[in-house]
């Protein structure tokens, strides 16, 4: 019997809940056009409880919401009112695809199709019917790489606004035979900074909170999934001669200009109603976004986030270690050389989904050339105790004829709900590398404790990084280590709030780590002893910070400015703010001085983004940083520029222009997205590289790289 329990508890079985609302059924097919004006739309059943997260926490939402929800044969049809007693200060900036929409007034839709209040999608739309979508990951973050299939239409009414969205059924996952799913819906007014929400609207909780979801019944003898989705491409290229340049006038061509063709496919099939595998054939990045140029003034890697299409969609299912510190799988190790330039992929396999109570990912790459090799990742979960998991993972990268390198372990997550209705949440892992050579290398140990609310967020955690471990498709930013970090920060909210929506302090961050055969080598303690925010949204903040580092050998800084060996500790401080994102013209400042190893440094870096409804959006940001020290004085400049035109929601074009004087390079990337049909794309992007720091001026029609090409993605399903 007791067996019996425990499985019970650490298993539970589904069983039919009570459902909170209705879909209405219908076999007519509506017309998307942002008018809501089928009958059926005034048949269906109305949602219209919402209540405020915030500033108001429980209270009825300061305007009117109505949503109705039509299960139709060509998919999930949501239909929103979003009423407004001054439509004329809406606010609908933003038109491009995937823009996060939070300087707008928008709409969120969550849709858990298993209701198994572990996974699901979120959609969101403005004003404007601008189309942003993400994948579940957990109650504090998305996957907000995932594109779905879906279309949106929107307009702005004498009463306000309204949003009309459909969501085909094979891009959801739902069981076969079950008529329910899990949904919450979100609506945001920029100019209250309110958020209000149908389930889930405890500052404890919100959006993502999927224990709280409703769930939504009437979703009878909806189809099986297609037999495949397929997305072949074709794109042409015309590249410019690379050059390198002298300090006098003269260059050098040091490879010829060409141009050529490409083709290849991305294919899903369906391994039943919740598993999915997803197979590329010669694929192409070229419409992803570009690394971002960053000055690095430590003796630390950096970490760049992926942007590739095929590595990005279903990323959380591989989260395994500490984020951008020790993680065991990180997909830029495939496909990309030590430099970031790219690596041909003939093919690459991925398989993720739910079976049960279990989730699944599997990711196989071939890459081809001089760094041929066949990589590998297996990762699998097993649901406990509410929202929490057991898993394993392993990692495989290896060339023909030469024994592979290994990297595996298991973790755990365990959310409870504690008093209160408060939030803890308990994780850890334990994994293991091995070195291509065949002898163990190496270890990491993690323990974390985590007390993330609103008055309070408290996080505790213990890392152990051996010497050798050192997963050849991870990350691992620093090992041979003992790590001991938290942060304790309290944000008391008025008693009665007027222009002040809340108080934040940070009583203490820490950041203290040891060599592990003893001795501190790098450490950071922090204060926030004053920060607020406004309830227009703008805050302001003051930081204190002591650090220490003990580098054991000479390291160079910035242009041949070093640092030697030694002990160092220094002190800092901070003063920074930032505007509401609802207002037209938004500005970021953060100013920081004080020591630096043995000398000073200055820091100054702010943003300013200016929006001019609803076509354009551009945003300058700027980061001067002056360093004195005894081996020499420089200033790092850093210059970023993005602006995105939009025609239309489905006609947009971006530019991001950005420079440094670490690298002395210019750079330039423009692209062009039209989306002819959901799922169906064109891209036309122009890359060009400059040098910069020469005695003499820049010849901006004769780049060191330019490049530009041509891509048409075609999606079906059959």
Known sequence: MVVVALAAALFPARVRAQVDFRALRTSTSIQLDGRLSEAEWARADSITDFRQRDPAQGQPGSERTV?????????????????????SRIVRAQLRRDAELRTDDYVSLAVDGLHDKRSGFYFRSNANGAMWDGEHVDMEQGNESWDGVWDVRARVTSEGYVVEMLIPWATLRYAQGDSIMGMNFRRFIPRKNEEALW????????????????????????????RLEARPYVSGE????????????????????????????????PIGNTITADITVNPDFAQAEVD??????????????????????GTAIFDYGRPQQAQMFYSRRIGLGANGT?????????????????QVGFLTVRTAG???????????????????YIGAMGTFAGQAGQPGSLAGGMDFSLPYVVRGGQNLIVQGNAAWSRDSVGGVSGAHYRMVVDYPNDKADIVMRLDRIE??????????????????????????RPRQPSRIRRYEFNLLSYDFVWGIRGGLDNASVGVKPFGVQFQSGDRIEVNLRRRFDAPTEQFSLFNGVSVAAGPYWWNRAELSGTTADARRVR???????GEFYDGRSTEVSGSLRVRHAPYLLATLDLARTAVSLPGGRFTANTVRLRSDYAFSPRLNATIFAQWDNQSSRASANARVRWTVKPGSDLYVVWNSNWPTGLDRSIRWLRPSRGGLVAKYVYFFRG
Do not use: M
């Not at 971002?292 to 299409?309: C, D, G, H, T, Y």
């Open 370 to 388: 001089d760094e041929a090799a066949t990589n590998a990742v297996l990762r699998v979960k097993q649901d406990i105790l509410g929202r929490g």
């Open 292 to 313: 971002r140029q960053i000055v690095n003034l430590s003796r630390f890697p950096l970490f760049f986030p992926e942007q590739r299409p095929f590595f990005t969609e």
């Open 67 to 87: 949503v109705r929800v039509l299960a139709t044969p060509d998919g999930l049809a949501v239909g929103w009112w979003c009423y407004d007693r001054d439509p």
């Open 467 to 492: 010497a050798g471990y050192d997963p050849a498709l991870g990350f691992v930013q620093q090992s041979g280590i003992h790590r001991v970090s938290g942060n304790t920060q309290l944000s008391p």
């Open 342 to 358: 790219p690596v041909t992929i003939p093919v690459g396999l991925r398989v993720q989904g739910r079976a049960g109570g279990r």
């Open 199 to 226: 389930r889930a609207y405890s500052r404890t909780e919100g959006f993502r909170f999927l224990e709280k979801e409703g769930l939504v019944d009437g979703f009878t003898d909806l189809p099986g999934r297609p």
């Open 587 to 593: 500005l970021s400042l953060n100013a920081n001085t």
């Open 238 to 269: 015309s590249t410019l001669p690379e050059r390198r340049f002298f300090a006098t006038r003269a260059d050098s061509v040091v490879l010829p200009g060409r141009s050529d063709a490409n083709v290849g496919l991305d294919v899903k099939v």
